[in-house]
């Protein structure tokens, strides 16, 4: 490869602009050209492709967010666009990607690979929800600003002897839900894995740990089975116990990211450019039983994985 583009796709998290930065300097390091590409596959399709140097990345590894911008698009599932947006690779000059992102944007850089770009995929999302890999960009910064928060507001709940749902982020994957709930000793984790429904049993658990002498009554419920406002409401009818809401929302999804995500976007981003240098194509980049590793990007979308069953049980017996 001559030239590497960079671009984030999907989600933000906190971390990917310490990867861009790895991606620009190392491939700098190794005499490569270096392009970003501003909004994803979007940005791609408009031309919105700007030269990189090592000032282009300064001053960006403490910041969350990306700096060049994230955007979903749609269209890029046709295959006529895949192959359009694989010519504007080729006519900037552009031979090998690197596509930070979730899932999707991992079919997305298959395409471009299918059509002749080398590619690499780096799992960037604070969900955790990606099956090939333990760790994902964003999620050791969004779960302890979660933990925070839910600290902060565990706090208030015990002086005024509340009950509080906490909703996280998590549409499909309870795993901030799971790790914020052992970390901050809830009394209930509520994940779409996991969940039945079964809201008297919630109830019944309120009022049990009310008599047990309990002050407060933390559940922290994943954005996926939502209507915390609604479940707060019910507990108190049913209880008596004041209960209250608290959503965090997009702050999860900003601020500096920690020193482990600092350093494992890095790598991470070093690793796709070597990779590039060695004439490898769709891949994607995990953190696996302790190591980076690589898989084929297929393959890595076949994987499935379970939210931590031992954790899950774990959490159960320790919120006694
Ligand atoms: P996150 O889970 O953080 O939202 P993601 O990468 O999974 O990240 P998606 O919105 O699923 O987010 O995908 C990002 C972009 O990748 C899409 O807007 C689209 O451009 C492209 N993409 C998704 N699925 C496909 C597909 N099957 N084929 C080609 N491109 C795809």
Known sequence: VKTIGVLTSGGD????????RAVVRTALANGLKVKGIMRGYAGLLDEEI??????????????GGTILYTARCPMFKEPEVQKKAADICKKNGIDGLVVIGGDGSFQGASRLAENGINTIGIPGT?????????????????????????????DTSTSHERCSIIEVMGREAGYIALWCGIANGAEEILTVEHYDGNEQRIIDSVLEKRKVGKKHHIIVNAEGIGDSYGLAQRIEAATGVEARATIIGHIQRGGNPTCKDRVYASTMGAKAVDLLIRGKTNRVIAYKNGEFVDFDIQEALAM????????????????R
């Open 126 to 154: 604070i969900d955790l929800d990606i099956a090939c890999t333990d760790y994902t960009i964003g999620f050791d910064t969004a779960v302890n600003t979660a933990m925070e928060a839910i600290d902060k507001v565990r």
């Open 13 to 20: 998290a906190p971390g990917m602009n310490a990867t861009i």
């Open 50 to 63: 700007i030269d990189m140097d090592a000032k282009s990345v300064s001053d960006i590894i403490n910041r």
């Open 304 to 319: 499935k994985k379970e939210l931590d069953p031992y954790l899950y049980s774990m959490a159960k017996k320790l919120s």
